[in-house]
């Protein structure tokens, strides 16, 4: 099984990442696999949707992963990423202005300090579920981290395909995203070796694609 | 119809006053209409600008809330809190932000809708028209608006807290209440009312009106649909703007009452009308003093004019202006000097003669009253003289009226220049006056003669020479007369006596006046004597001495006044002759004695009857027809009445008086001339008379028996009587003695004392019969 993650052309120099990433999924290799399509009410593909089978045995992560969230040009780099519970994620700072990342969600609530470089000590992502992540200086900086009970997850693509590869078996399918308003349901499905199962998945419940500029209601009332 | 006097200052001041009070009132007006305008207009143009300003203010509290709400969300801790969804730490955080800008209230709603706020209480109240505002701030991420919670009006604004994806929206608000109101009031200067509309409902939500005013305001608002546009109601300047962004319902109404607008109009109207009055009484008083500059010469040439009126000529008349007040100023003083020039003119030639130029006769009494007053003073007499050209008459009527008033002038001039002290007047045609002062009357006298012979040359008129001589009258006072009257008329009595008694100078006696004055009295006292019998006729019998029993009478007029007593036949003849009364008198003897006669006739007694007749009776034409009337009415035959005639009375208008005497004489009566001997009368007129009989006056009579001339007299004129062929009559016979002379003479008719004294009417018939029956 081969662990892809497809970046969007944005985020296509951001190699530490992948290269992180590789080391730790490219090395097993599954003969099941799941080909899921994610599209919205309208049937458009969705892309950067978190899709992540969990299986119904728990599995217990002892050894903690690392990953990295970059900071460059007031933006989080990646702004999206998922990963598995009990992963070490490093905020460095490339930024030369000093920021202040935290996160008021549930699954991981903290908190770093302005800093500059790699001063900030890694956050562990021990618990399930979404973190947003902030920079209290600037708005516009938002990151989300989606951290699952699992290593078999991937980001949809442009296409909104999905490609996950792991052992047969019977796993929940979950799916994330973040303009996703309410969590969407988990989807029973079950992995045989011979043939990749195939799922389309429509989400509804989707916030409407955010105005980057905040509109003015005050001004030029009266 | 009745004009009431209005003066002249008056109407003017009246006209000048209602001009410039017309004036003022009509720019009053015009200024108070052009201001009123303006300030209204103006007010318009402030509430509009108040609009503004209120609509700036109601931004800025927006904008105050919402960067106030902004902080709060963005703050890091409340972020975490909102995150934790710690209430405690939220609803202080909100208290905290709410009052550091005064706001009435903050709120936050979670991300799962739950409520929290700063007032819990509100929390439970909100409604829809809140739930509207969050769904917009949850959409938008922020969100302003006015919202009403339990009925009150909150001005409100929502931000989503973001962190950094939203995890609830906060809010905070204003509460439109009273202060707020009045705060905006304070700034804009306008009432603030904040209404709810609903339908056709509205509801006064706060504002500063007065509860009266919100009535009538709800009650105007259904008509006033128009926002933004101005109105006016019940004096109130009024606009209609929105308070909130979305909820229409909700308004702001701005007012300004029109009184608050015209409040410095009014002040203004106050000045400006205080500003009429002071000009008014300033044109008033220069009215006045315009009118009083036409009016004051006016009424003081108005008095002028009335004392010129009055005779006062010296009024000095002022002249100060040089326009037509002065001209007619000036045309006084010409005025007032030519008449008070004339008026002496006038006086002058009314006191003075102007022929002589000497004062006349209107000068006598005050220079009189003049020398008398001051006579007392200097202790001297006043002498007057009475001077009268002698002869004037004949001058006048022989020479010519030239000539006389010539010798008039020459008089005058010539008195003039010997009386150098004291006044010589001209008192009437030839009379002059001399007033002169001295202590006694030698200087008088000396005068006198100077005057006398000043005449003694005669004057040369127009190369005539005319003799002139003068009789002069002198009285004086206080000797003679006691006042100017009696002093006059003394004077002319002494003239009147001297003339008489040809004397040249003739000084007043005493008792001229008074018997003056008893003539006058007996003059008036006549006419009513004889109407009431005090006048009787008395007869004296007349005796032929031949015949013893052929008789006559003479009718004798007697006078007893009950006052003044017996009044001699001679004093009051002479008084009615001169005043022309004795023709009255005349006529009733005749009646009486031709009555009489009738009497007698009728008791078969033969006698005549002799009446006297005046020298004017003799003027009277109608004389012989009144005779022969009464002759006729009587039944008396002409020849027993004789008519008496005295010598001097044919003197006059001889010609006349013969012609009026023959018709006498046609009527068959008998003329006698009476006091035969007394006059003048030739012997050519004596023949030229038909008289049939003479009477010689008694003064021949009296004393015959003892006196030679008499006798000679008397015998010749008997006997001249005889020749002429009159019977003769001797008057005053009074001793037997005479009767015998007489008769020896050859007198025919003797009458006199020897036979009776004149006998009243009844007493007379009695010695008649007592006479004849003594004859036989």
């Given at each position: 099984?081969?662990l892809?993650i497809s970046a969007?052309?944005l985020?296509?120099?951001?190699?530490?990442?992948?290269?992180?990433a590789?080391?730790c999924c490219?090395?097993m290799?599954?003969?099941?696999?799941?080909q899921?399509?994610?599209?919205?009410?309208q049937g458009?593909?969705?892309?950067?949707?978190v899709?992540?089978?969990?299986?119904?045995?728990k599995?217990v992560?002892?050894?903690p992963?690392?990953?990295?969230?970059d900071?460059?040009?007031?933006?989080?780099?990646?702004?999206?990423?998922?990963?598995?519970?009990?992963?070490?994620v490093?905020?460095?700072?490339?930024d030369?202005?000093?920021?202040?990342v935290?996160?008021?969600?549930?699954?991981k609530?903290?908190?770093?300090?302005?800093?500059?470089?790699?001063?900030a000590?890694p956050?562990?992502?021990?618990?399930?579920?979404?973190?947003?992540?902030g920079c209290?200086i600037?708005?516009?900086m938002?990151?989300?981290i989606?951290?699952?009970d699992?290593?078999?997850?991937?980001?949809s693509?442009?296409?909104?395909?999905?490609?996950i590869?792991a052992?047969?078996?019977?796993?929940?399918?979950?799916?994330?995203?973040?303009?996703?308003?309410?969590?969407?349901?988990?989807i029973?499905?079950a992995?045989?070796?011979?043939?990749?199962?195939?799922?389309q998945?429509?989400?509804?419940?989707?916030?409407?694609?955010k105005?980057?500029?905040?509109s003015d209601?005050?001004?030029?009332?009266? | 119809?009745?004009?009431p006097?209005?003066?002249?200052?008056?109407?003017?001041l009246?006209?000048l006053?209602s001009?410039?009070?017309?004036?003022?009132?009509i720019?009053?007006?015009?200024t108070?209409?052009?201001i009123?305008?303006?300030v209204?207009?103006?007010?318009?143009?402030e509430?509009?600008?108040?609009?503004?300003?209120?609509?700036?203010?109601?931004?800025?509290?927006?904008?105050?809330?919402?960067?106030?709400v902004?902080?709060?969300?963005?703050?890091?801790?409340?972020?975490?809190?909102?995150?934790?969804?710690d209430?405690?730490?939220?609803i202080s955080?909100?208290n905290?932000?709410?009052a550091?800008?005064?706001?009435?209230?903050?709120v936050?709603?979670?991300?799962?809708?739950?409520?929290?706020?700063?007032?819990?209480?509100?929390?439970?109240?909100?409604?829809?028209?809140?739930?509207?505002l969050t769904?917009r701030?949850?959409?938008?991420?922020?969100?302003y608006?006015i919202?009403?919670?339990d009925?009150?009006?909150y001005?409100?604004?929502?931000?989503?807290?973001k962190?950094?994806?939203?995890?609830?929206l906060?809010?905070?608000?204003f509460?439109?209440?009273?202060?707020f109101?009045?705060?905006?009031?304070?700034?804009?200067?306008?009432?603030?009312?904040?209404?709810?509309?609903e339908?056709?409902?509205?509801?006064?939500?706060?504002?500063t009106?007065?509860?009266?005013?919100?009535?009538?305001l709800?009650q105007?608002?259904?008509?006033?649909?128009?926002i933004?546009?101005?109105?006016v109601?019940?004096?109130?300047?009024?606009?209609?703007?929105?308070?909130?962004?979305?909820?229409?319902?909700?308004?702001?109404?701005l007012q300004?009452?029109?009184?608050?607008?015209?409040?410095p109009?009014?002040?203004?109207?106050?000045?400006?009308f205080?500003l009429?009055?002071?000009?008014?009484l300033v044109?008033?008083f220069?009215?006045?003093?315009?009118?009083?500059?036409?009016?004051?010469?006016?009424?003081?040439?108005?008095?002028?004019a009335r004392?010129i009126?009055?005779?006062?000529?010296?009024?000095?008349i002022?002249v100060?202006?040089n326009?037509?007040?002065?001209?007619?100023a000036k045309?006084?003083?010409?005025?007032?000097?030519?008449?008070g020039?004339r008026?002496?003119?006038?006086?002058y030639?009314?006191?003075?003669?102007?022929?002589t130029?000497?004062?006349n006769?209107?000068r006598?009494?005050?220079?009189?009253?003049?020398?008398?007053?001051?006579?007392g003073?200097?202790?001297q007499?006043?002498?007057?003289?009475?001077?009268?050209i002698?002869n004037?008459?004949?001058v006048n009527?022989?020479?010519?009226?030239?000539i006389?008033?010539?010798?008039?002038?020459?008089?005058?001039?010539?008195?003039g220049?010997?009386?150098?002290?004291?006044?010589?007047?001209r008192?009437?045609s030839?009379?002059?006056l001399?007033?002169?002062?001295?202590?006694?009357?030698?200087?008088?006298s000396?005068s006198?003669?100077?005057i006398?012979?000043?005449?003694k040359t005669?004057?040369?008129i127009?190369?005539?020479?005319?003799?002139?001589?003068?009789?002069?009258?002198?009285?004086s006072?206080?000797?003679?007369?006691?006042s100017?009257?009696s002093?006059l008329?003394?004077?002319?009595?002494?003239?009147?006596e001297g003339?008489?008694?040809?004397?040249?100078s003739?000084?007043?006696?005493?008792g001229?006046?008074?018997?003056?004055?008893?003539?006058?009295?007996?003059f008036r006292e006549?006419?009513?004597?004889?109407h009431?019998g005090?006048?009787?006729?008395?007869?004296?019998?007349?005796?032929?001495?031949?015949?013893?029993?052929t008789?006559g009478a003479?009718?004798?007029?007697?006078w007893?006044?009950p006052?003044l007593g017996?009044?001699?036949?001679?004093?009051?003849i002479?008084?009615?002759?001169?005043?022309?009364?004795?023709?009255?008198?005349?006529?009733?003897?005749?009646?009486?004695?031709?009555v009489?006669?009738?009497?007698?006739?009728?008791?078969?007694?033969?006698?005549?009857?002799?009446?006297?007749?005046?020298?004017?009776?003799?003027?009277v034409d109608?004389?012989?027809a009144y005779?022969?009337e009464?002759?006729?009415a009587?039944?008396?035959?002409?020849?027993?009445?004789?008519l008496?005639?005295?010598?001097?009375?044919?003197?006059?208008?001889?010609d006349k008086?013969?012609?009026?005497?023959?018709?006498?004489r046609?009527?068959?009566v008998?003329?006698?001339?009476d006091?035969?001997?007394?006059?003048?009368?030739?012997?050519?007129?004596?023949?030229?008379?038909p008289v049939?009989?003479?009477?010689?006056?008694?003064?021949f009579?009296?004393?015959?028996?003892?006196?030679a001339d008499?006798?000679l007299?008397?015998?010749?004129?008997i006997?001249?009587?005889?020749?002429?062929?009159l019977?003769?009559?001797a008057?005053g016979?009074e001793?037997?003695?005479?009767?015998?002379?007489?008769?020896?003479?050859g007198?025919?008719?003797a009458?006199?004392?020897?036979?009776?004294k004149?006998?009243?009417?009844?007493?007379?018939?009695r010695?008649?019969?007592?006479y004849?029956?003594e004859l036989?």
């Amino acid at each position: 099984m081969k662990l892809t993650i497809s970046a969007t052309p944005l985020r296509i120099c951001k190699k530490i990442t992948v290269l992180i990433a590789s080391i730790c999924c490219c090395v097993m290799t599954y003969a099941a696999e799941l080909q899921l399509k994610v599209s919205d009410a309208q049937g458009q593909p969705i892309t950067d949707v978190v899709a992540a089978l969990v299986p119904e045995q728990k599995p217990v992560f002892n050894q903690p992963l690392l990953a990295s969230i970059d900071q460059h040009n007031k933006m989080f780099t990646p702004a999206i990423m998922a990963i598995r519970t009990n992963t070490l994620v490093k905020f460095p700072n490339s930024d030369d202005i000093r920021h202040h990342v935290y996160s008021f969600s549930p699954a991981k609530k903290f908190e770093l300090r302005l800093y500059h470089g790699m001063t900030a000590e890694p956050v562990l992502f021990d618990k399930p579920g979404t973190v947003v992540l902030g920079c209290n200086i600037h708005d516009s900086m938002v990151a989300y981290i989606f951290v699952v009970d699992t290593e078999y997850y991937a980001l949809s693509d442009a296409q909104g395909n999905v490609n996950i590869q792991a052992p047969a078996g019977k796993y929940r399918l979950q799916i994330f995203h973040s303009r996703l308003t309410t969590s969407a349901p988990e989807i029973p499905v079950a992995l045989s070796d011979n043939k990749p199962l195939q799922q389309q998945v429509k989400l509804e419940n989707l916030a409407s694609e955010k105005n980057e500029k905040a509109s003015d209601e005050f001004s030029g009332l009266f | 119809m009745y004009m009431p006097r209005v003066s002249y200052l008056i109407k003017l001041l009246a006209f000048l006053l209602s001009l410039v009070i017309t004036l003022e009132a009509i720019s009053y007006i015009a200024t108070s209409v052009v201001i009123k305008k303006a300030v209204t207009q103006n007010a318009r143009a402030e509430l509009v600008a108040g609009g503004e300003l209120f609509s700036r203010i109601m931004q800025k509290n927006v904008e105050q809330l919402a960067l106030s709400v902004k902080i709060l969300t963005e703050d890091f801790g409340f972020k975490d809190a909102v995150a934790t969804q710690d209430e405690k730490t939220i609803i202080s955080a909100l208290n905290n932000h709410s009052a550091r800008i005064s706001a009435d209230i903050g709120v936050l709603i979670t991300s799962d809708g739950k409520l929290i706020a700063s007032d819990q209480s509100f929390a439970l109240l909100v409604d829809d028209e809140f739930s509207e505002l969050t769904a917009r701030a949850k959409e938008k991420g922020q969100a302003y608006d006015i919202v009403r919670v339990d009925g009150r009006a909150y001005q409100f604004v929502i931000f989503a807290v973001k962190a950094p994806v939203v995890i609830g929206l906060a809010g905070m608000g204003f509460e439109i209440k009273k202060e707020f109101s009045l705060d905006i009031k304070k700034l804009t200067g306008l009432e603030v009312s904040f209404i709810h509309r609903e339908d056709d409902a509205a509801r006064y939500l706060n504002g500063t009106l007065k509860a009266e005013n919100v009535k009538n305001l709800l009650q105007q608002l259904p008509q006033h649909q128009k926002i933004g546009e101005v109105f006016v109601y019940d004096e109130l300047i009024s606009l209609a703007v929105p308070a909130a962004r979305q909820n229409k319902q909700l308004l702001a109404i701005l007012q300004v009452p029109l009184s608050e607008v015209l409040a410095p109009y009014s002040h203004l109207n106050l000045q400006l009308f205080f500003l009429a009055l002071v000009f008014s009484l300033v044109a008033a008083f220069a009215a006045w003093m315009l009118a009083r500059s036409v009016t004051k010469p006016v009424t003081l040439l108005a008095d002028i004019a009335r004392r010129i009126a009055g005779g006062f000529y010296a009024t000095p008349i002022e002249v100060k202006s040089n326009d037509e007040l002065g001209d007619l100023a000036k045309a006084f003083i010409s005025m007032q000097k030519a008449i008070g020039e004339r008026e002496q003119q006038v006086l002058y030639q009314s006191e003075h003669d102007p022929l002589t130029g000497l004062p006349n006769r209107l000068r006598t009494f005050p220079e009189l009253q003049n020398a008398i007053s001051r006579a007392g003073v200097l202790k001297q007499s006043v002498y007057l003289l009475v001077i009268d050209i002698k002869n004037f008459t004949q001058v006048n009527d022989e020479l010519s009226q030239e000539i006389g008033d010539a010798v008039l002038r020459d008089v005058g001039q010539k008195i003039g220049r010997i009386i150098t002290h004291g006044e010589v007047l001209r008192l009437g045609s030839d009379e002059f006056l001399a007033i002169m002062m001295a202590p006694d009357a030698n200087v008088i006298s000396d005068s006198v003669e100077l005057i006398h012979n000043a005449f003694k040359t005669p004057l040369i008129i127009s190369g005539i020479q005319v003799s002139v001589d003068v009789n002069i009258g002198i009285a004086s006072y206080p000797m003679d007369a006691d006042s100017a009257e009696s002093l006059l008329r003394r004077a002319s009595l002494a003239l009147n006596e001297g003339r008489s008694s040809e004397q040249r100078s003739c000084w007043y006696q005493a008792g001229w006046d008074e018997q003056h004055l008893r003539r006058l009295h007996l003059f008036r006292e006549f006419e009513s004597s004889l109407h009431a019998g005090y006048i009787s006729l008395y007869y004296q019998p007349k005796i032929n001495l031949e015949q013893p029993d052929t008789l006559g009478a003479e009718a004798l007029v007697r006078w007893r006044h009950p006052e003044l007593g017996f009044v001699p036949p001679d004093e009051f003849i002479g008084v009615i002759e001169s005043s022309g009364q004795i023709t009255l008198l005349t006529r009733w003897v005749l009646k009486t004695a031709i009555v009489q006669l009738r009497k007698l006739l009728d008791e078969k007694i033969k006698i005549t009857c002799s009446v006297n007749l005046s020298a004017l009776d003799l003027l009277v034409d109608e004389l012989p027809a009144y005779v022969a009337e009464l002759l006729q009415a009587n039944r008396v035959p002409a020849e027993n009445l004789y008519l008496e005639i005295t010598e001097s009375a044919i003197m006059r208008e001889a010609d006349k008086c013969l012609h009026n005497l023959q018709r006498l004489r046609s009527l068959g009566v008998t003329l006698s001339i009476d006091d035969f001997g007394t006059g003048y009368s030739s012997l050519s007129q004596l023949k030229k008379l038909p008289v049939s009989e003479l009477k010689i006056d008694k003064s021949f009579i009296l004393n015959l028996d003892t006196n030679a001339d008499d006798q000679l007299i008397v015998r010749s004129t008997i006997e001249l009587g005889h020749t002429m062929g009159l019977s003769v009559t001797a008057e005053g016979v009074e001793s037997e003695a005479i009767k015998t002379i007489l008769k020896q003479y050859g007198c025919d008719t003797a009458q006199g004392y020897l036979y009776s004294k004149p006998l009243p009417a009844a007493d007379f018939i009695r010695w008649v019969h007592d006479y004849l029956e003594e004859l036989q």
